[in-house]
């Protein structure tokens, strides 16, 4: 049994990684949307991949030029996302692997 304390210390609230974490990422992976709670208790959705237990936020804009790339490269296997800046002013590059 553990004391109330103690898991208050090492309560860590659930994180939510994203695309552009992962080295590799492949074009036939699964999206899910999963609803998460803000602090306010309202709700809202997101689109994310499933790697190793793990949620990887996919923002619209990488879904958006994916879909152009897959147009021009149909075959295209794997790809890999770079993240520049922060907040309102992200944007994200996709790169493409195989």
Do not use: W
């Not at 790339?69 to 890999?80: A, G, M, Q, T």
């Amino acid at each position: 049994m553990t004391k109330l304390i103690d898991e208050a210390k090492a309560y860590e609230p659930p994180k939510t990684k994203n695309i552009a974490d992962l080295d590799s990422i492949p074009v036939d992976i699964d999206v899910v949307e999963r609803e998460f709670t803000k602090e306010d208790g309202s709700t809202f959705k997101m689109k994310v991949i499933v790697l190793n237990d793990e949620d990887y936020r996919v923002p619209t804009s990488v879904l958006k030029s994916l879909k152009a790339i897959v147009e021009e490269k149909p075959d295209l296997k794997k790809f890999k996302v770079i993240k520049t800046g922060e907040g309102m002013k992200t944007s994200y590059t996709i790169v493409t692997q195989e």
